[in-house]
């Protein structure tokens, strides 16, 4: 057969790649970080979940996961379109390549969303919160991917199918491949870290599929064809992962969009222009709070941006003013905002989502939905794929007793919090001494001028 030279080459690696690529699912779950913050090191720092920061963060629609299930779906869908060019008279090539265009449109669109959008997975067929239209055009393709299943499919009984596969060293993998992919979909693998394990399901069906579909995919043809070939087929593969990550970005146009309250209160990284445009179609935001102080020389690209679309639509658009550098004016003023019903749904967010945002959302739990400490720091660290940075112990430590003075007084984690930071010193402290001794000074300054 022609596809035996390849099928000799590959021998076992394809089981033990696929053994291989169980390795960091395993690393990530029990691989906790225990790297010091070298801006303040003296502060400990604990780990309150029961699996490390990072492995929720992966667990999470369109992040690292995702993405490798997108490069190799990309792979199985390169693979059948050559099988089919290059013997288009085998009708189950063309089964085989509508299977894996199915595969990669449920990887690049997957779910569920942290942002509360519904998506565009397959799964959205059955969800009657969807638009009718969405349904209908997911329920017509799956309809065409069914029949092409079934017609090139005809000529083959079961048993003669299961025989050729033998035969051709791929009913192994073709089961595993089967089984893993039917597994992902079912809820009884989901546990902590939730969507993890099935998202891993997933990859390991595909590479499963993949390699199968490799091992009677026919040769190039010889020469500088087949270099061509092999060139041609790297710039669909790629092309093809481009267009993943396309979907991924529609799905979720804002970076590390989170729904915090639903309808209420949402957390991001900085928007785009395009990307509010999007998101505002279905959030339809009031209200947009902006932690970073944009006054400064860090100031993001994307803020004049940003402030236009408020203009343009309508939105209360807030940023930290120069004139409170510690920003804790700003915190209880933005953490009211959130409490008010004529600013839902409210955004929040600064640059990356990593440090001010989260935090700023760990103190409204805390302070607004009365979560214990532990419990916020725990959605803190599951936003944030690492630790809270020993900031956030400073900023609590400094901001709690403020704004709930009776809670952070007798709330244990607050109390650890306090120990783990003894000793160092706070330079927000220092911002607010400046601060003061300029404000004496402009004072006295201008009473002078006065007499």
Known sequence: MEAQPIRNRLGYWPWLVLALTTLPAFW????FERSLDPEFPSVARQTYNPYPPAAYRLAVAGDTIDHAAVYVASAAVVLSVWSCLRDPKRRLRYAALALSLAAFWHAATPGPLMNGWHGLGWRTIFDPRVAAGQRLALAGLAAVVAVVVVWCSRPWTLPTFLR??????????????????????????DREPFEFW?????????FAWSFALLRVTPPAPPGWTRRAAVAGLIVAWLGLDFL????????????????????????????TYQGLKIAQERHHFKTIVNLFPEYTEMRSPHWPDEQRFAREHGIACYNQPAADPTG??????TLALAQDPNNWPLLVHCHGSMDRSPAWVGMYRFVVDGWPLNEAIKELERHRGLRPKSSVTLLYNRMLPMLAPGRAATDPTAAQLRVNARGTVDPAEEIARRAETGAQQSGETSATQRR
């Open 28 to 31: 990530y779950v029990v691989d």
């Open 164 to 189: 050729e596969a033998r035969d051709r060293r791929i009913l192994a993998l073709l089961l595993v491949a089967v089984a893993l992919l039917a597994v992902r979909q079912t809820s009884w693998i």
């Open 198 to 206: 099935p998202r891993w399901f997933y990859v390991w069906g595909l």
């Open 244 to 271: 993943g990550r396309g979907v991924f970005w529609y799905q979720r146009p804002i970076n590390r969009l989170h729904e915090i309250v639903p309808g209420k209160l949402y957390l991001s990284a900085m928007p």
């Open 328 to 333: 804790e004016q700003f915190v209880k003023d």
